[in-house]
């Protein structure tokens, strides 16, 4: 049977959502479907914003971050009454399967949308890097790159001036961002939703990196909705040598064009997802494990547990 199907993006855009729209177009045109375009998120999609896609709507945009579709948050998107008006205009265009592409949130509506007669395919787009079922996530890369760029400029200026910088990094309720910062730029200390946080433990650390360790410089890589970084820097002001600065980085890590790897990484995501959508699998999503790009039930990566990172966080410790 030939398919109809749609396109959406939702939650938190992320660098590389436009590479997965380009390849999921090519893909699914290749094999003869129909491919429609829906603006904003599951917002739009309620409100019939769909558009027909041929291979010259998706022309140039593997280089530019963000979404060409745009994206939303719609939290009514829990009702099932505002489902159902979803799912009306997908009938309306006679749209039997859907690609979304976001978070943990856009999967829990995928999720829904499937149980409701609409074969849903769910890939991953979040700088967050917080989903289940995928060792990472299409932005995470480019973010990480971001973040490395202003934390090395920041090296520069902290160590100049005996500083300790502290640099507070997106990832939600999830430290990867924060971990494979402080992993890649040297930080002295990391303070994640996995590593918890103690302010005497960090004072601490900071007092023996100065005297002990003759440290002139410090980074701290601190996961957002923790603690407040200019609180932070002000007690290491009082309490260590370092004058201490803080630095929120915001949205500025959600942007810019997407590295080598996220462009790979969201093509072959946005091919796959096409060959599920052929072979029936509705109400998966795609990931890549192992290097392995493999399809996973979505309400399996909902409610697995995250595989522990502390492995990793062990190695930062010793290398401190
Ligand atoms: O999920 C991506 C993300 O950037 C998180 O890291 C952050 O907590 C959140 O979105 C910010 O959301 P908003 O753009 O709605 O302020």
């Keep these: 049977m030939a398919h109809k199907i749609g396109i959406l993006t939702s939650g938190g855009d992320a660098p590389g959502m436009n590479a ?16 429609y375009g829906i603006m904003d998120g599951y917002k739009g999609l309620v409100k019939g914003k769909i558009v027909e896609f041929d291979r010259g709507s998706v022309s140039d945009i593997m280089i ?23 799912v009306e205009q997908l009938k309306k265009y006679e749209i039997d399967s859907l690609v979304v592409i976001g978070g943990d949130g856009t999967y829990r509506g995928a999720l829904s949308l499937t149980e409701m007669g609409i074969n849903c395919i769910g890939i991953p787009g979040t700088i967050d890097n917080d989903i289940v079922g995928t060792d990472f996530t299409i932005g995470f890369d480019t973010a990480l790159n971001t973040i490395l760029d202003a934390v090395d400029k920041l090296r520069d200026t902290s160590s100049s001036h005996h500083r300790c910088s502290v ?18 730029c040297g930080a002295e200390v990391v303070i994640s939703p996995e590593t918890g946080f103690d302010e005497d433990k960090v004072i601490k650390r900071l007092q023996e990196l100065e005297r002990i360790k003759k440290k002139r410089h410090a980074i701290v890589i601190l996961s957002e909705k923790i603690t407040n970084a200019h609180k932070l820097a002000e007690k290491i002001t009082e309490n260590t040598g370092f004058a201490g600065r803080a630095t929120v980085l915001g949205h500025i890590q959600r942007g810019g064009s997407p590295t080598a790897n996220d462009r790979i990484l969201a093509t072959r995501m946005g091919d796959y997802a096409v060959k599920l959508i052929e072979e029936g699998k509705g109400g998966h999503c795609v990931g890549i494990i192992d290097n392995e790009i493999v399809g996973v039930p979505i309400d399996k990566a909902l409610h697995e547990e995250r595989q522990s990172r502390k492995r990793m966080y062990d190695m930062f410790d010793r290398l401190v």
């Design 64 to 86: 530019r971050g963000g979404t060409i579709l745009g994206s939303a948050r719609l939290p009514e998107f829990k009702d099932e009454e505002v489902r159902k008006e979803a």
């Design 167 to 184: 640099v507070e990094v997106m990832g939600n309720h999830c430290g990867d961002l924060a971990l494979y910062t402080a992993i890649s």
């Design 20 to 35: 997965a729209i380009r390849a999921v177009t090519r893909a699914a045109l290749k094999r003869g479907m129909e491919v």
